[in-house]
């Protein structure tokens, strides 16, 4: 895609993919080489940052997002788990909204992030800092 449409884009502009953390975590189910796609679009992200960066001054970054229950997640199949699980576990207790993704999106792609570059950002409520769920049965055997 940059090879194609980084000449034309104006220096200071900005490209964004979408990836998910199974690209770093086990999530059972979410196979059939998703995972490994995501993780090579994360290593992309930063090369392309460095190279477009390099030779048309745009920047590209990633938005890492929490499970959201859009018709195409819907094709996992336990999406609504997941929706679930990221209530229950994630710092923040809410279900995450698509405007939200969207809004991170509109601000990597804004001149308030002109010098962010090659990152990974998370819009996933705080999940993805949990190593433990606060609902594994290790805690609930521990709080009893």
């Given at each position: 895609?940059m090879?194609?449409?980084?000449?034309?884009?104006?220096?200071?502009?900005?490209?964004?993919?979408?990836?998910?953390?199974?690209?770093?975590?086990?999530?059972?189910?979410?196979?059939?080489?998703?995972?490994?796609?995501?993780?090579?679009?994360?290593?992309?992200?930063?090369?392309?940052?460095?190279?477009?960066?390099?030779?048309?001054?745009?920047?590209?970054?990633?938005?890492?997002?929490?499970?959201?229950?859009?018709?195409?997640?819907?094709?996992?199949?336990?999406?609504?788990?997941?929706?679930?699980?990221?209530?229950?576990?994630?710092?923040?207790?809410?279900?995450?909204?698509?405007?939200?993704?969207?809004n991170?999106?509109?601000?990597?792609?804004?001149?308030?992030?002109?010098?962010?570059?090659?990152?990974?950002?998370?819009?996933?409520?705080?999940?993805?800092?949990?190593?433990?769920?606060?609902?594994s049965?290790?805690?609930?055997?521990?709080?009893?």
């Open positions: 895609m090879q194609r449409f980084g000449p034309i884009m104006n220096p200071g502009g900005s490209a964004i993919s979408l990836t998910y953390i199974a690209s770093e975590h086990v999530i059972p189910g979410y196979g059939g080489g998703m995972s490994s796609a995501k993780a090579a679009l994360e290593s992309d992200t930063k090369m392309l940052a460095y190279e477009a960066g390099r030779k048309h001054q745009v920047r590209v970054n990633t938005i890492s997002a929490g499970p959201l229950g859009s018709r195409a997640a819907k094709a996992i199949g336990f999406i609504d788990d997941m929706i679930r699980y990221s209530y229950a576990n994630a710092p923040i207790q809410k279900e995450l909204a698509a405007q939200e993704v969207g991170v999106a509109a601000f990597l792609c804004s001149p308030l992030a002109s010098a962010v570059t090659g990152h990974t950002m998370y819009v996933d409520n705080g999940l993805n800092i949990m190593g433990l769920a606060t609902d049965k290790t805690l609930l055997e521990r709080d009893a």
